[in-house]
């Protein structure tokens, strides 16, 4: 039987490294340094909400050349990594989808730095009353899906226009009639007025509160 207390969160990355990712980040900023930096910051954000005993945490990484890189300490030694397989992202989802234990399922990548262990939870938490849970990001995607224990069919990324403004409508269309609440919208780090929003948000200590 599904245990309906096992909570499994996947985290999708790339190696913070020089023209693996953010680069259109770097483009945007016209410096690849800072871009990378940047990256850190944001992975490194995204870890420290990443790890909690409250769930288990699996990482997700590409290319599977660096599956087993150290990064300085970037991803965690201890969190299990996983390939994410070929194809495009809604293939590499459906494979982590398939692959998850039993259980609730949260996807997260590290774009979202004002991400936290408390709106995790939140997420976990929502699944007992609705069938999955959305994290709004700025720019019409997403930063957080949870799917509930019976919701495990990996058709749902079917169809949907990944990097698109329309990329949450378009899933939100797959999640059409079941019960789905949402976390706040954060921002996604992709280019340089992300970052500058971003930033100043956080010194104004700007939030967002929980809707449904």
């Not at 945007?28 to 992975?43: K, Y």
């Not at 087993?68 to 969190?79: E, K, N, R, S, Y």
Request: glycine share 10%; charged share 20%.
């Amino acid at each position: 039987m599904t245990d309906p207390s096992a909570r499994t969160l996947l985290v999708f990355a790339k190696p913070p490294r020089m023209g693996l990712a953010k680069t259109r980040l770097a483009r945007s900023l016209g410096s690849q340094a800072e871009a990378q930096r940047i990256n850190r910051f944001c992975t490194a954000r995204t870890f420290r909400a990443a790890v909690d005993p409250r769930w288990q945490t699996r990482l997700y990484a590409a290319p599977d050349r660096h599956l087993h890189d150290t990064l300085g300490g970037a991803w965690p030694a201890h969190v299990p990594r996983f390939s994410q397989g070929c194809g495009g992202l809604g293939r590499r989802l459906a494979n982590g989808l398939r692959e998850a234990p039993k259980g609730a399922v949260a996807f997260i990548g590290t774009d979202a730095p004002s991400i936290s262990n408390a709106l995790i939870w939140q997420a976990f938490r929502a699944l007992t009353l609705h069938d999955a849970v959305v994290g709004p990001a700025s720019d019409g995607g997403f930063w957080l899906l949870a799917l509930g224990p019976r919701l495990r069919d990996p058709r749902l990324f079917e169809g949907v226009r990944w990097s698109h403004a329309e990329t949450l409508d378009d899933l939100l269309g797959n999640l059409s009639g079941l019960r789905v609440a949402r976390l706040p919208t954060l921002i996604d780090v992709d280019e340089a007025e992300d970052w500058a929003a971003y930033s100043s948000s956080r010194a104004m200590g700007a939030g967002s509160r929980w809707t449904e």
